[in-house]
């Protein structure tokens, strides 16, 4: 079964901190590996996406890795400001008789903490 | 450019009405998907259009159904409401055919309806 697990669910961290974001997933067949921050009261945004042949990509402070190996991806956020303060979701692509399928992850829940 | 756009922001109803959401895609964008976003289920993929044929379904029951116009514009429609619908639905608008394109398409977010059905 195509699942996405996410881990932390919530982490409290104080402001200038770094912090990591685990995803874990078993999907198959994987396309690719998109992380998005969500705000409250607001829709996802794309931070980074991932292939398979790709083991990192930043975007400012915020990278990613990725282990196609052991299925493994994080979200790393350096220097953390109180506007981090959102949730992140993981979801990953899966390619099935000819259609994509977006497989979600429910989120962490990331406070920022002056 | 504007950003994608959901009509209303809020909405209230009872169970067994019927209620219809819509969301205006980025300009020039042609696929709108349709997801259902809950505290305990996280994100689920409703649906997407894509000039104007459905491409692409998840696992909601027939209540749950929408369109797309020739603009571009969609609609969902959600009848005889049961408590379990209250929920954020978001669309997110793309360039392509998400279902087709390995996911490399990047969707954009509208800010959601938040719906509460008592």
């Known amino acids: 079964k195509n699942q996405v697990e996410q881990s932390p669910q919530s982490l409290i961290i104080l402001e200038g901190k770094n912090c990591t974001l685990q995803c874990n997933y078993t999907v198959s067949p994987f396309s690719n590996l998109r992380w998005y921050k969500q705000d409250t009261g607001r829709g996802p945004v794309s931070l980074t996406i991932m292939t398979f042949s790709e083991n990192t990509k930043s975007n400012g402070r915020y990278t990613a890795t990725l282990d196609a190996d052991t299925k493994q991806s994080s979200l790393h956020i350096t220097a953390s400001q109180l506007s981090d303060s959102a949730s992140y979701i993981c979801v990953v692509s899966a390619r099935s008789g000819g259609y994509n399928k977006l497989i979600f992850g429910a989120g962490t829940r990331l406070a920022v903490h002056p | 450019k504007a950003g994608v756009t959901q009509t209303p922001r809020y909405l209230i109803k009872t169970r067994g009405q019927q209620v219809t959401l819509s969301c205006s895609p980025i300009?020039?964008?042609?696929?709108v998907s349709w997801y259902q976003q809950t505290p305990g289920q996280g994100l689920q993929f409703l649906f997407e259009?894509?000039?104007?044929?459905?491409?692409n379904k998840g696992n909601f029951p027939g209540r749950f159904s929408g369109r797309q116009f020739s603009n571009s514009r969609s609609e969902m429609n959600v009848s005889t409401l049961e408590l379990g619908d209250s929920a954020l639905y978001l669309c997110?608008?793309?360039?392509?055919?998400?279902?087709?394109?390995?996911?490399?398409?990047?969707?954009?977010f509208g800010p959601g309806t938040r719906l509460t059905v008592l």
């Open positions: 997110a608008s793309s360039l392509r055919n998400v279902a087709s394109g390995g996911g490399y398409n990047e969707q954009f």
């Open positions: 259009y894509f000039s104007e044929t459905q491409r």
């Open positions: 300009s020039g964008h042609r696929s």
